[in-house]
């Protein structure tokens, strides 16, 4: 699970070199020659490219490789194999030395908002990469999430030492949601999806402003002085871009005009923004072509068992689209019952078909990648 910054407590201090960021990890050629003896330390430093003037703060090294062992054992009058064999020896002192050293700090926190961060790349890494390691860890961790930090039918926001605590904020719910819809199109369980649809719907519930856009905190909170709605992106992106993101993928899944209707909403309350300074809002531009020129539903009809199927789907995957939405259906009631769009488009002749629409009107079937790769290419539309 992705974690949180430190909670409490103040900076531990290396009693070795007086405290300050990253003092666990580096070496002075002193305390090299305390941990290895004169001649090793001038080896390893030699190796590792600590000196007196140091690399890091304060003189002091970050250990990193600057010379080979052929190199090394030229320098220092010995052989090759003598020299890896040394240096062996002499790291795992250094790594016994270091661990009786004061340790940093560890953030052992969960948070809801950088774990659906997290679960949207693992889930999307997965199918661009087929790697279904990435898919494990992101049904792993949302699952988690629901295990551990929905209480009362709530979101909650963090989770640490068996305890989860403080009500979920805007960016909790949008990312989430944003990684439930990710993870929905990298293993096609409804759940995800169904589940995404919910937290989005309880996301406008609790955090919509009437004049558009979202607060970033809920209004439940008496004792909040100010409720902030941000569309600026900072090391994070904007809990409104992504929000906004999110409403218009869900329109698209659901057909589902309300809500597209709260996302160009928020374009409109973060019109100025995007006018005067839009390379602060990268996010909310992406929301914003996905607005105007309109998002693409493809869907793969056939068994996933099928390579066909898993041929096209992976073509689907390749072909990058900044706006669209993915199903994959096999005819089943569940999918009838959440997506009945998709539902509607069936293999033709027992071949896996793939189907790229645009407001639900679709080309002809494509039966091979090229053509599904030609007819995925994104087309533009001008501003109404």
Known sequence: MHQGRPRGASRPRCDLYGGGEGRFYVWTPAGLEAALGKGDAALFAAAYDVTAAGNFAAHTSVLYRVADDATLAQRFDSNAAAVADRLRTARGKLLAARDRRERPLRDDQVLTAWNGLMIGALAQAAQVLDEPRYRQAAVKAAEFIFAHLRHDGRLLRRWAAGEAAIPAVLTDY???????????????????????????????????????????????????????????????????????????????????????????????????????????????????????????????????????????????????????????????????????????????????????????????????????????????????
Not at 219 to 234: F, H, M, Q, S, V
Not at 305 to 322: Q, W
Not at 348 to 364: H, Q, R, S
């Open 174 to 384: 949008a990312f989430l949601v944003q990684g439930l819809l990710d993870l929905y199109e990298a293993t096609f369980d409804l759940r995800w999806l169904t589940t995404a649809r919910d937290l989005g719907r309880e996301m406008v519930r609790r955090f919509a402003d009437l004049a558009g856009g979202f607060f970033a905190t809920d209004g439940g909170d008496a004792t909040l002085l100010l409720r902030p709605k941000e569309g600026y992106d900072g090391d994070l992106p904007s809990g409104n871009a992504v929000a906004c993101l999110d409403l218009l993928r869900l329109a698209e899944y659901f057909a589902d005009d309300r809500l597209r209707g709260l996302a160009e909403q928020t374009l409109r309350a973060f019109a100025a923004p995007l006018t005067q300074t839009p390379r602060a809002a990268p996010h909310l531009l992406q929301a914003l072509d996905f607005h105007l020129n309109g998002s693409q539903e493809v869907v793969i009809a056939g068994p996933i068992t099928d390579p066909r199927t898993r041929s096209l789907l992976a073509t689907a995957r390749r072909t990058f689209v900044p706006a669209r939405v993915v199903a994959l259906t096999s005819g089943t009631d569940a999918i009838a019952q959440t997506i009945p769009w998709a539902a509607e488009r069936v293999a033709i002749d027992g071949k896996p078909t793939a189907y790229v629409c645009e407001n639900f009107m679709c080309l002809l079937p494509a039966w091979d990648d090229d053509t599904l790769r030609r007819q995925l290419q994104p087309r533009r539309r001008s501003a109404p």
